[in-house]
């Protein structure tokens, strides 16, 4: 299967089946290659008046598309497959969005050769941000690869890892953003502690935390560096560091992230 533009059918369209619905048609996909399937009429309804997709039932999208992104919660994975499964023609590219599914949970339940392409984005997808890491399955080759990074491309970055790898990408960037919105929203219940109005403590925390995304992606200075340079001697900065280390902030972050992926090898437990 080559790259291009193949007829998309995401299944079980919720919160990250929607962010790929309506990246691909920022990026110019054209609608009329996009099915999506939902389990409530109302969520159908919504999702065709927002975007002008097509939604039919599960065995339609099947049928009529070539690319099979499965968005469902890990839970519902089994029951989903158990239906699909046995129509499921070998020749098509099933990716996986679910968190902490392995591929090997599909092609257990998919005809024998069927590409499997595990994926996982995250919400900054929204604003063409994402980070996504693609790893293939058993039967997936660098063809399939390559298609499912143009379908992400749009959506922000990509990376390729392999698949022993995932759990740990769930934890720190599939994640991630929720971290960095529970540090944002601390810091600005601590400007207002300090004084400062809400909103003026959310711009300033904001757009520090822009500014500080762009220097690590653009300066390519690691982290200890840029963080060096702010830091003057007997000054504020290392007066602030002090206390966040003196708290554990390092030490809560490691177990923080080690308790993601374990929490995304267990989805995978209970789903078998």
Not at 14 to 36: C, N, T
Not at 119 to 138: F, H, K, R, W, Y
Not at 142 to 156: C, I, R
């Amino acid at each position: 299967m080559s790259a291009g533009v193949h007829t998309v059918a995401v299944i079980g369209a919720g919160k990250i089946g929607e962010l790929m619905l309506s990246g691909l048609l920022r990026s110019g996909w054209p609608v009329d290659r996009l099915l999506a399937t939902a389990r409530r009429p109302a969520r159908a309804e919504e999702l065709t008046a927002r975007y002008g997709v097509r939604v039919v039932d599960n065995l339609t999208a099947v049928d009529e598309a070539a690319v099979l992104a499965v968005s469902v919660k890990p839970q519902d994975a089994a029951a989903l497959l158990d239906e699909i499964g046995p129509k499921v023609p070998a020749d098509k590219l099933v990716i996986s969005l679910c968190a902490g599914l392995p591929t090997s949970f599909f092609s257990r339940r998919l005809p024998e050769g069927t590409p499997v392409v595990r994926v996982m984005t995250n919400t900054p997808a929204l604003v063409d941000e994402a980070m996504t890491a693609i790893s293939a399955g058993a039967h997936a080759t660098g063809a399939h690869l390559t298609l499912a990074e143009e379908m992400f491309k749009p959506l922000g970055q990509t990376i390729r890892v392999p698949e022993s790898q995932q759990d740990a990408v769930t934890a720190l960037s599939g994640s991630g953003p929720a971290y960095f919105y529970l540090l944002v929203e601390a810091m600005i219940d601590a400007g207002i502690l300090l004084g400062l109005p809400r909103q003026v403590a959310h711009e300033l925390i904001v757009q520090t935390a822009i500014g500080s995304a762009v220097m690590l992606r653009d300066s390519g200075e690691h982290p200890v560096k840029l963080r060096e340079a702010v830091t003057s001697p007997a000054g504020t900065t290392i007066s602030a560091i002090r206390e966040l280390e003196k708290h554990g902030v390092r030490a809560a972050l490691l177990a923080a992230l080690e308790a993601a992926r374990d929490r995304a090898r267990e989805l995978a437990a209970q789903a078998d």
